[in-house]
């Protein structure tokens, strides 16, 4: 299996651009995790599916946040407007309740708004 | 609030050196992971465990449910262990993060 497949892997982008990062879950996995990963906060949960269903999005930090999962094999985390304070590794992770509670997380996108 | 405490923050041990990280977490959990990330790469899962022990190679995770706390271990360390290492609770589908531990290995 190929893993956890996330693109871009880096991305630069301008202030107010909009930024769509892409995840590609382990087939067969039914749950789905966006995470951001920043120095001064760590590791936080943005939002996670189950079953291509949004679960928990307490963890979008505004409006200009949404994630989509339009089928299984497919999730979108995008901003508009992107800002500064956007940047930051965003990482999509999946796992499957068939298999316990091991979770694979993908190599992570590197996202920098200046 | 911090649910999850890990000690130390920081960590540089010489080749060979058996290396302990710490975990103390307030929340009520099914299982917790032990993950690494190498600098500019991604995480990985080292281990899940819900109760007792794991062994995997060189490295040894614990847990105790009871006083809510595990350990991470590794034995005759190596330079390619320098990574920064997450203890993960997790509650649910709920996962909450330790700030990390960041551990260099010197020759």
């Known amino acids: 299996d190929a893993g956890v497949i996330q693109s871009p892997r880096h991305e630069v982008t301008e202030m107010g651009q909009e930024v769509t990062l892409r995840c590609k879950p382990i087939s067969g996995h039914d749950y789905l995790f966006w995470y951001r990963q920043t120095m001064m906060r760590g590791l936080e949960l943005l939002i996670y599916?189950?079953?291509?269903?949004?679960?928990?999005d307490s963890g979008m930090p505004e409006d200009r946040f949404s994630a989509k999962m339009p089928n299984a094999s497919f999730s979108t985390l995008k901003i508009q407007p992107s800002e500064p304070r956007d940047s930051a590794v965003y990482f999509c992770?999946?796992?499957?309740?068939?298999?316990?509670?091991?979770?694979?997380f993908g190599e992570g996108s590197w996202l920098t708004v200046v | 609030k911090n649910e999850v405490e890990q000690s130390p923050q920081n960590l540089t041990a010489q080749e060979g050196e058996f290396i302990t990280i710490n975990c103390s977490y307030s929340?009520?959990?099914?299982?917790l992971h032990w993950l690494q990330q190498h600098p500019g790469g991604g995480i990985v899962s080292l281990f899940m465990l819900s109760s007792g022990k794991k062994k995997h190679g060189r490295l040894i995770a614990t847990i105790n449910i009871q006083e809510k706390h595990s350990s991470l271990h590794i034995t005759a360390s190596h330079p390619r262990d320098s990574a920064v290492y997450i203890c993960a609770p997790m509650a649910g589908n709920q996962f909450y993060f330790g700030t990390g531990t960041s551990l260099t290995v010197i020759p």
């Open positions: 599916f189950n079953n291509n269903v949004p679960i928990d």
């Open positions: 992770a999946s796992r499957t309740t068939l298999a316990g509670h091991t979770i694979y």
């Open positions: 929340v009520g959990i099914s299982a």
